[in-house]
T-cell receptor
Framework: KAGVTQTPRYLIKTRGQQVTLSCSPI?????VSWYQQTPGQGLQFLFE???????NKGNFPGRFSGRQFSNSRSEMNVSTLELGDSALYLC???????????FGPGTRLTVL | AQSVTQLGSHVSVSEGALVLLRCNYS??????LFWYVQYPNQGLQLLLK??????LVKGINGFEAEFKKSETSFHLTKPSAHMSDAAEYFC?????????????FGKGTMLLVSP
């Protein structure tokens, strides 16, 4: 079974731009979570989607948003990029009724 | 609120030596606990998980962890380190709420293995 995939793997943007990251979960998994990883703050939860509905959200500004499609694929969007948004963005999927999350390789976002 | 504390941002061992990575958690409900490993420029790989079935949990690559409720600990061990074990290790607790869960991670411990 294929794992979680994320595209693109690397992205360079400038301040003020917006960016969209994509995540395809493991086949059959309906829950998708997003995390931000930075050297200073570590791994922080962004949001979680299940059946196209956001069920939980972390403590991030409204510039960070996401959505999930009917095939469980998910996207996250960051608008008006700031230098501090430079990070590794990780997507994870889990099967219904389980707590185990499986992670993708991440998208490395650099904001210049 | 739940939290995880990993003692030691860096741990150095020699190849063949015992690996011990420490994790303490705080949880108001019976926790689910996880260890993940991250190699450079990669995502997180699940090593093992505790879900209350057994206190000693065996994972991949020879790692195991023991859940000790009295000590609120979930330390990761491996009897004999290998060069390929060099990576960053994260302990995480799952905060289940209304049927869904969120992982809260520790700050991570970088394992360095010398020949």
């Amino acid at each position: 079974k294929a794992g979680v995939t994320q595209t693109p793997r690397y992205l360079i943007k400038t301040r003020g731009q917006q960016v969209t990251l994509s995540c395809s979960p493991i086949s059959g998994h309906r829950s998708v979570s997003w995390y931000q990883q930075t050297p200073g703050q570590g791994l922080q939860f962004l949001f979680e989607y299940f059946s196209e509905t956001q069920r939980n959200k972390g403590n991030f500004p409204g510039r960070f948003s996401g959505r999930q499609f009917s095939n469980s694929r998910s996207e996250m969007n960051v608008s008006t990029l700031e230098l501090g948004d430079s990070a590794l963005y990780l997507c994870a999927s889990s099967a219904s009724g389980t707590d185990t999350q499986y992670f993708g390789p991440g998208t490395r976002l650099t904001v210049l | 609120a739940q939290s995880v504390t990993q003692l030691g941002s860096h741990v150095s061992v020699s190849e063949g030596a015992l690996v011990l990575l420490r994790c303490n958690y705080s949880s108001s409900v019976p926790p689910y606990l996880f260890w993940y490993v991250q190699y450079p420029n990669q995502g997180l790989q699940l090593l093992l998980k505790y879900t209350s079935a057994a206190t000693l949990v065996k994972g991949i690559n020879g790692f195991e962890a023991e859940f000790k409720k009295s000590e609120t600990s979930f330390h990761l061990t491996k009897p004999s380190a290998h060069m390929s074990d060099a990576a960053e290790y994260f302990c995480a607790v799952s905060s289940s709420n209304s049927g869904y869960s969120t992982l809260t991670f520790g700050k991570g411990t970088m394992l360095l293995v010398s020949p």
